[in-house]
């Protein structure tokens, strides 16, 4: 490093060109970046700066210019302590134009590769913030090519920082990558993911790729650094050389292969070689040219030749000045070399000190072998031949049988291992523990101080001669936890067999010497986590195994039906079997229901002590003696030589607690408890499986199947199957009640939508629902015809099909039904058809059980009136609204009126006939408050707009032959709005409320004329005449109207009479003009006539139709109502010049 001059301009000019001009361009950019950001600038908003991978495809000068902004003033300290040293270091040996090359790739390479890999983690994260929310920036990248660079430069120089730390130069490139892995990893990837790529791209860049500045001995370019101990294997630990010199190599030779390394002329074999970037070479080459202008100045003399001059000739044929130019020349050239050499040693001395290991290694290793080869020969030396005792020959059979019987002994101890995995594969616990415990007698046969005397009679020391002997026991040892371990968990399996069980439980007690009364706890416990783990598996599992974390309370979505149906059926059916099997099993080990029927475990431990052919009633896993045990082994033959004390051997069992009284009421109290908690625990979770079935049906159907299961199950007592139904009846009524409840609020949730979107389309556009505000249009649209009566081609039985289609159609319109009092109704129905469906499916099935019936309907009719009472309360609050327009009144109205008269609503929905009648009247009662209103305003409407004072009051000289043109229009109007009102199809209704609303409008007319005095003359008289025919067609219904009309006539007539008036009779006139205007004003009269009206003259065919007479014939034709008057400029249009009155 160089030292700093007392000058800053000397010590700038000492800086070579390329680290003076990249420091300033960092120091320069970083200011730009910094005043940017204090004047309010945004970092997002500088991507001519800085590297935004989304944005720096439009400024591609930032690949390498954002390495020259530091975003920090730390950062912009630590870069120029850091890299402009390093930098001047390198470009002294390299020069200006390879620093800058190295540079530019170093920085380059790496952003660009950090911007690939930023577009790739967007398209799949789909997360704009890595392309817009990180800004590359910094040098980091140049600072890991900086310390890889030192690293093949002077790989073992050592750092030292404040005399504490120390490290090789070659150890810290990894350390700082191994920070930049750390940091993104907690989440920086940027910037510190460059430190990563500018690692990699300094090493293949150094490696392969630059160009050295100095000569091949062989002639040619060199490129890069090829010597060993700059390969890429060395930047990693060496328990992973192996796979990373396998990749390593792989890449180098397909990028040969394409020519993605450039290639020199340099030839190994023929001693090429090429100093190193910034080597003797270089240096020499930089001292020679003062040496030369030294003596150049000075006017040496060429061709002198320095290397074999003589001395003597030299002082006595030169000058003193000539002299010390040659002596200036050679201390040049020496430094030179001296430089050459130092340079070349510190390059090279990780190979000189690999090298040198390797031999040392070497070499210790040829020692060792020939100590081993030695100490071979020396123990081959000094074996001898052991001395058998002299036997006499009566004593060789005896012999014989020992060795035999030993060896049978040897065999057990070594194929039981193997015998004792297999048997623990195929889950036969015992006969392991069995073998388990033949094999230690085995070994105590070989090992005890008694035996040792008899093997020792024969020449045998087994301690001595047979180690193998102990080993094997060692290896058996550990079996036993293990035979152990494993038949606990066996305990847990949910389809063993009761014999299977009984031996799993003789093995515990075999091996652990457990009590046989303890082993039934050991069982209970077992069969707990078991139930526990079916309990608590909240996860439905479909047919793979997999799991969704669908919590218990949630109900899972998009599932068949089906699907749930069969997975809840599955899941209970696996807890009722695991408690049967539990119970049942432990009965028939344990509890013995007489003396004359021994439990499994009691018959077991007969046979283990008797075996017998042909055991009674015993499972195949508990027919088990030693020699069954011996034969089953594939070394049964060899086995057959060992003593009879072994081939005869019984593990002891002590069954004396299995015959005691006590025993007997603990097994059953035991029992008793542990089925308790179970069916404490089974109801609870039972609850939340059927929480996902959303119908009665489904739950129903689940209930049906556990029972039919619970019927055929094996193993429980009458009063565990009767509690074990009543958890499941208690479970299937809860949850039928929850969906009950469920359903009742989709309904009211349902039917309060479909009247909110009814008043909400009459309130905003009256035109768009023109069927909804006239229902008389709708009676009036024909259906449409199927096409396959139109087209002609249809079979019988598709015409018969559409025609009943096109029947339903129309009766369905009869109905008087419009579209929107449909849709809310059916809304209605559909819900009520399905609970009442419902319903009578789980009476059906709960016939036996009344009180069950009893305490479910109860509960149902609560919520069932609860709901009734909602969806009254709904339609009042709509109907009754002061914002709402008249037309969404009179159609809740409708909504009303044709839910009161539905037959079976009520009563589908569960509610008795004295609750339904309530409801009905409190539907009818609404209905008549909307009509109340209705009538108000209509009337008042209609009279103000069509009655007028003058024309009431209006006499004329003859005598009026019909209404008056605006009671005509009146009448009209009342009888069309009654007609939207909907009261066309309804007897009864109609009757009712055209009656009233007849009552209302002449109550109105009548107040109109008392009110104005000049409302008198025949004109008059004829309408209120007109009125009275009118009002007494509907009978005593009107009789307040008919006497309020008689009032106004009889007060006219005097005043009339008064005025010395004629007076007139129009009782015939209106008469016949009644039975003329009948059909106009239908909906004004009543559908029958009243007994004291009837129709007039002689009956015929019409008079069916024409209910109030049948009009008289006339022999001219005469407009038979007065709208209004001809206007003068139509006189011309009338035919015949007749005039229309």
């Not at 001395?311 to 020496?334: C, G, Y």
């Not at 510190?346 to 190979?351: C, I, T």
């Not at 209509?938 to 069509?946: G, M």
């Not at 005043?1055 to 007139?1064: F, R, W």
Request: aromatic content about 8%; proline content about 6%; glycine content about 4%.
């Amino acid at each position: 490093m160089a030292i700093l001059s007392s000058a800053p301009l000397q010590f700038v000019a000492s800086i070579p060109p390329a680290t003076r001009a990249i420091t300033g361009a960092t120091v320069a950019v970083s200011l730009l970046y910094y005043f940017l950001v204090f004047t309010g600038s945004d970092v997002a908003s500088l991507p001519w700066l800085v590297l935004i991978p989304g944005s720096s495809i439009f400024y591609p000068w930032t690949f390498l210019t954002s390495a020259f902004v530091e975003s920090t003033i730390i950062e912009l300290l630590f870069t120029l302590i850091v890299v402009p040293p390093s930098l001047r270091y390198l470009e002294r040996l390299w020069g200006a134009v390879e620093i800058i090359k190295f540079v530019a790739v170093t920085i380059t390479v790496s952003n660009v590769i950090a911007f690939g890999l930023c577009w790739l983690e967007y398209m799949v994260f789909k997360n704009p913030t890595f392309l817009y929310g990180q800004a590359y920036h910094g040098q980091m990248a140049l600072q890991i090519g900086i310390l890889v660079a030192f690293t093949q430069v002077i790989p073992e120089h050592q750092v030292q920082l404040f005399g504490v730390l120390k490290a090789r130069v070659k150890t810290l490139p990894m350390a700082y990558v191994t920070f930049s892995t750390v940091m993104c990893i907690i989440g920086f990837q940027c910037p510190f993911i460059v430190i990563q790529f500018g690692w990699l791209v300094s090493y293949l860049w150094l490696r392969f790729y630059k160009k050295n500045s100095g000569e091949v001995l062989s002639g040619g370019p060199a490129y890069g650094d090829r010597s060993e101990t700059f390969a890429f294997v060395n930047w990693f630990p060496p328990f992973i050389h192996g796979p990373i010199t396998l990749l390593a190599n792989t890449a180098h030779k397909l990028a040969t292969k394409f020519h993605l390394i450039p290639s020199g002329n340099m030839d190994l074999e023929a001693g090429g070689y090429s100093q190193l970037p910034g080597g003797a070479r270089a240096e020499a080459e930089r001292r020679r040219p003062s040496a030369r202008a030294v003596s150049s100045s000075q006017k040496l003399n060429g061709s002198i030749d320095l290397h074999n001059i003589d001395p003597d000739e030299l002082f006595t044929k030169h000058t003193i000045s000539e002299i010390k130019l040659v002596q200036s020349r050679l201390r040049a050239e020496a430094e030179a070399k001296q430089e050459e050499l130092r340079l070349m040693v510190g390059e090279r001395y990780r190979d000189l000190l690999e090298a040198s290991t390797s031999i040392l290694n070497l070499a210790k290793s040829s020692k060792h072998v020939l100590e081993a080869l030695e100490e071979m020969r020396d123990t081959v030396n000094s074996i001898t031949p052991a001395r058998t005792p002299r036997r006499a020959p009566t004593g060789e059979d005896k012999h014989l049988q020992a060795l035999q019987s030993l060896s049978a002994h040897v065999k057990l101890l070594l194929d039981a291992p193997e015998h004792l995995w297999r048997l623990m594969e195929r889950k036969a616990y015992l006969n392991a523990s069995w073998l388990f415990l033949l094999a230690r007698v085995v070994h105590r046969a070989l090992s005890q101080e008694d035996e040792e005397q008899t093997w020792h009679a024969y020449g045998i020391d087994v301690a001595e001669q047979l180690p193998l002997v102990q080993r094997q026991w060692d290896t058996i040892t550990p079996f036993r936890s293990q035979i152990s371990h494993k038949a606990t968990l066996y305990l847990r399996e949910t389809t063993s067999t009761p014999g299977e069980v009984c031996a799993t439980l003789l093995t515990l007690h075999l091996l652990e010497s457990r009590p046989l009364p303890e082993t039934l706890s050991i069982y209970l416990a077992q069969r707990t986590k078991t139930l526990s783990t079916l309990l608590t598996r909240t996860a439905s599992t479909s047919a793979n195994g997999n799991a969704s974390d669908t919590k218990m309370n949630v109900k899972p979505l998009h599932r068949p039906r089906k699907v749930v149906v069969k997975e809840t059926k599955q899941r209970v059916e696996a807890v009722l079997d695991l408690i049967a099997r539990t119970v049942g099993s432990a009965r028939l080990i344990f509890a013995s229901t007489s003396p004359d029927h021994p439990t499994i475990m009691q018959q077991a431990l007969a046979f283990f002590q008797a075996p017998t052919d042909q055991p009674e009633n015993l499972s195949p896993e508990l027919q088990l003696s030693t020699q069954i045990l011996l034969t089953s082994l594939p070394s049964a033959s060899q086995l057959l030589l060992l003593p009879p004390a072994i081939r005869s051997y019984k593990p002891y069992i002590d069954g004396a607690p299995l015959a005691s009284s006590d025993f007997h009421s603990q097994v059953q109290q035991k029992l008793d408890s542990w089925f308790k908690k179970a069916i404490y625990e089974l109801r609870e979770a039972l609850v939340d499986w059927l929480t996902p079935l959303e119908s009665v049906r489904d739950v129903w159907d689940v209930r049906r199947t556990l029972l039919q299961w619970l019927g055929n199950a094996e193993g429980l007592l009458p009063s565990e199957r009767e509690a074990l139904e009543a958890i499941i009846d208690g479970a299937a009524l809860q949850q039928a009640a929850t969906v009950w409840k469920a359903a009742l609020v989709r309904l009211e949730t349902s039917f309060s939508e479909a009247v909110a979107a009814a008043v909400k389309a009459l309130t905003e556009d009256t035109d768009a629902q023109p069927l909804d505000t006239r229902p008389i249009e709708y009676l009036f649209q024909a259906p449409s015809i199927p096409l396959g009566f139109q087209a002609g081609t249809h079979s019988a039985a598709a015409a018969a099909a559409q025609f009943s289609k096109y029947k339903s159609a129309l009766e369905h319109q009869l109905g008087g039904r419009t579209p929107m009092v449909d849709s809310a109704l059916n809304v209605l129905e559909s819900h009520a058809l399905q609970l009442r469906d419902d319903l009578a499916c789980l009476q059906k099935s709960l016939d036996s059980k009344s009180e069950l019936i009893k305490r479910l309907s109860e509960a149902y009719r609560l919520d069932s009136e609860s709901t009734c009472k909602n969806i009254c309360e709904v339609l009042e609050r709509t109907a009754t609204h002061e914002d709402h327009p008249l037309r969404v009144s009179t159609c809740i109205s409708r909504i009303t009126q044709e839910l009161a008269k539905s037959p079976g609503f009520f009563v589908h929905l569960g509610c008795d006939e004295a609750t339904t009648q309530l409801f009905r009247e409190r539907l009818g009662a609404l209905v008549a408050t909307v009509v109340r209103e209705w009538q108000k305003q209509i009337v008042l409407r209609i009279v103000e707009r069509h009655i007028d004072y003058r024309s009431l009051g209006t006499g004329g000289s003859s005598e009026p032959m019909r209404p008056s043109a605006g009671l005509t229009e009146a009448l009209l109007s009342l009888s069309s709005e009654l007609q939207h009102l909907g009261v066309h199809l309804d007897r009864d209704y109609r009757q009712r409320h055209a009656a009233s609303t007849l009552q209302c409008f002449i109550a109105a007319l009548c107040d109109r004329v008392e009110r104005d005095p000049s409302a008198a003359g025949p004109q008059v008289l004829w309408d209120l005449s007109f009125l009275r025919h009118i009002v007494r067609t509907w009978g005593p219904s009107c009789q307040d109207a008919l006497e309020r009309i008689d009032h106004i006539v009889i007060s006219l007539r005097e005043d009339a009479d008064a005025q010395d008036e004629p007076e007139v009779d129009f009782d015939s006139s209106t008469q016949a003009y009644l039975a003329k205007t009948q059909i106009l004003l239908a909906s004004l009269l009543p559908s029958r006539p009243a007994a004291e009206v009837g129709p007039t003259g002689k009956a015929d065919k019409s008079s069916s139709l024409l209910l109030f007479g049948i009009p008289p014939a006339e022999h001219g034709f005469e407009s038979a109502l007065q709208l209004i008057k001809t206007p003068p400029r139509f006189g011309l249009l009338l035919a015949g010049g007749a005039a229309l009155r």
